[in-house]
């Protein structure tokens, strides 16, 4: 069985920072790509950014100037820098592991970190 664990998340001021960290198994690391989804409430999941297992990152649309997503392969931990936050980034944060095979996807999700941003 394969667990993610996220992990740095809390209530923040506007214009505040948090790292969050997601764990796994070196296995993950080692071949999957890897992202940060969030869902508010009321609203849709959605990916925030993904990074490969190389490390090539890729961001939603107009977020890549305050968040940074990242990973150490050897430390078998994913990151995401969220600075300058707004109310509006407030939602649960789901670390995501996947890989495609000919046949199937395989897929490992966290259980969600909450992240509110308020004054």
């Known amino acids: 069985q394969v667990q993610l664990v996220e992990s740095g998340g809390g209530l923040v001021q506007p214009g505040g920072s948090l790292r969050l960290s997601c764990v796994g198994p070196a296995h993950i690391f080692s071949h999957y790509e890897m992202a940060w989804y969030r869902q508010a409430p009321g609203k849709q999941r959605e990916l925030v950014a993904s990074?490969?297992?190389?490390?090539?990152?890729d961001y939603m649309e107009g977020i890549q100037d305050r968040f940074t997503i990242s990973r150490d392969n050897a430390k078998t931990t994913m990151y995401l820098q969220m600075n300058g936050l707004k109310p509006e980034d407030t939602a649960i944060y789901y670390c995501?592991?996947?890989?495609?095979?000919?046949?199937?996807?395989?897929?490992?999700w966290g259980q969600g970190t909450q992240v509110t941003v308020s004054s």
């Open positions: 990074i490969t297992s190389g490390g090539t990152a």
């Open positions: 995501n592991a996947n890989f495609k095979f000919p046949s199937s996807i395989s897929e490992f």
